[in-house]
């Protein structure tokens, strides 16, 4: 599985958060700042993030976004799932709308299924505290370990 930009924005920015946890509201200019992300980009992820119930957003001088939850209760596939709406390597393994896969007998839909199905389980069982305090030192001016 390759994440996408924004999966890795979106991970990058909920371990700043998930480090700074009980802090209150902290800036998307800061969380940009410290991960080198894009804040427009971080920006409309947030949207996503905010809707899925992952973050609260406060508006004014002190506002900014904070988890909504404590990071051991926030998984990895949550916080795909809230920017991409699914972690499923092929749409068909969803069963949603694509009967024709089945009718057809097609041969992959089988295996790719149990692969998305391990994927996702792998991913729920990854929690948010894990990527945010267990990473390896990096060194300092070295690159992030999920780069843009």
Same mark, same amino acid.
């Given at each position: *599985? ?11 920015? *909920? ?8 802090? $209150?509201?902290?800036?998307? %200019? ?16 947030? *949207? ?7 973050? /609260? ?13 404590? @990071? ?21 393994? %969803? ?18 299924? %149990? /692969? ?6 792998? !991913?729920? $069982? ?9 990473? @390896? ?6 690159? @992030?370990? !999920?780069?843009?």
């Amino acid at each position: *599985m390759k994440l996408s930009a924004k999966e890795r924005t979106s991970l990058r920015a *909920m371990a700043e958060l998930a480090r700074r946890y009980g802090q $209150g509201p902290i800036p998307l %200019s800061e969380v940009a700042a410290t991960e080198r992300l894009r804040l427009p980009y971080l920006e409309r992820i947030a *949207m996503d993030l905010r809707k899925a119930g992952l973050v /609260i957003s406060v508006r004014g001088a002190k506002g900014g976004y904070y988890l909504s939850r404590a @990071p051991e209760t926030i998984t990895v596939g949550d916080i795909i799932r809230a920017v991409e709406h699914s972690v499923l390597l092929i749409d068909c393994a %969803s069963g949603v709308g694509y009967d024709y896969c089945r009718e057809t007998g097609c041969a992959a839909h089988r295996v790719l299924a %149990s /692969i998305s199905e391990r994927l996702e389980e792998a !991913l729920d $069982g990854a929690t948010l505290a894990a990527i945010a305090f267990e990473q @390896p030192a990096v060194a300092k001016g070295a690159p @992030p370990c !999920l780069p843009d």
